[in-house]
């Protein structure tokens, strides 16, 4: 079955901290992998995503992907959060020719702490 | 890229009634997608919308409670039928564009 997990639900950092967020996969075809932010009261918007290539992928925002495609994982990554960074974050899969049709993980609610 | 507008933006409603949300995109597409995020939940797919056929439906949705309009290659409507509370949810429209998927800014629905 396609899925996407992301494994916590909810992540606390300090402002300044590293940030990694999890996320994994399954998908009987090639994946096309796209990390998505949602803002309170705000519409999705994209991070960054993944086709093919180079499987570490830099975003929006100081945003970086990495593809590992023997974990089936599309970690997302930032050296150093900011208040604003606190928001909802969504990882989803679609496959080529496809990409409207996405499959979302359940999300992680990133706080900061100041 | 391609800017989506969605009306309303939110609305309350009483159940056994329904609503109908229009998505506007400012760039001709051939196919438009409607989701329903759930309160606290992810985005979940309802169905595909190409211009000139049927909608297609996601397993656990059906067009009479969901009818679809897609009149032109601009816009789209998703009505939410004889509403019940477990419809409350943010209704998106999106858009594929070049393998990119931009998202409207959602409708909040609420129902009584």
């Known amino acids: 079955a396609q899925s996407v997990t992301q494994p916590d639900i909810h992540i606390t950092v300090s402002e300044g901290a590293s940030l990694e967020l999890r996320c994994n996969y399954s998908?009987?075809?090639?994946?096309?992998l796209f990390w998505y932010v949602q803002s309170p009261g705000q519409g999705l918007q994209l991070l960054l995503k993944?086709?093919?290539?180079?499987?570490l992928v830099q975003g929006i925002k100081g945003f970086e992907a990495e593809f590992k495609r023997s974990q089936s994982s599309f970690n997302l990554r930032k050296p150093s959060v900011h208040w604003s960074d606190a928001a909802e974050y969504f990882c989803?899969?679609?496959?080529?020719?496809?990409?409207?049709?996405?499959?979302f993980g359940q999300g992680t609610t990133l706080q900061v702490k100041p | 890229s391609a800017v989506i507008s969605q009306k309303p933006s939110r609305d309350i409603c009483q159940r056994g009634t329904s609503l109908t949300i229009q998505c506007q995109v400012d760039?001709?597409?051939?196919?438009m997608f409607w989701y329903r995020q759930q309160p606290g939940q992810s985005l979940t797919l309802i169905a595909t919308?190409?211009?000139?056929?049927?909608?297609?439906?996601e397993s656990g949705f059906v067009i009479d409670k969901f009818p679809i309009s897609r009149p032109n290659l601009t816009f789209s409507t998703l009505t939410v039928s004889n509403m019940s509370p477990e419809d409350s949810s943010i209704y998106l429209c999106?858009?594929?564009?070049?393998?990119?998927?931009?998202f409207g800014p959602g409708t909040r629905l609420t129902v009584t």
């Open positions: 999106s858009v594929d564009s070049i393998g990119e998927q931009y």
């Open positions: 998908y009987g075809a090639t994946p096309y």
């Open positions: 993944y086709f093919s290539g180079d499987t």
């Open positions: 989803a899969v679609g496959g080529s020719g496809n990409t409207g049709k996405l499959i």
């Open positions: 760039s001709q597409v051939t196919m």
């Open positions: 919308a190409n211009q000139g056929s049927e909608a297609t439906y």
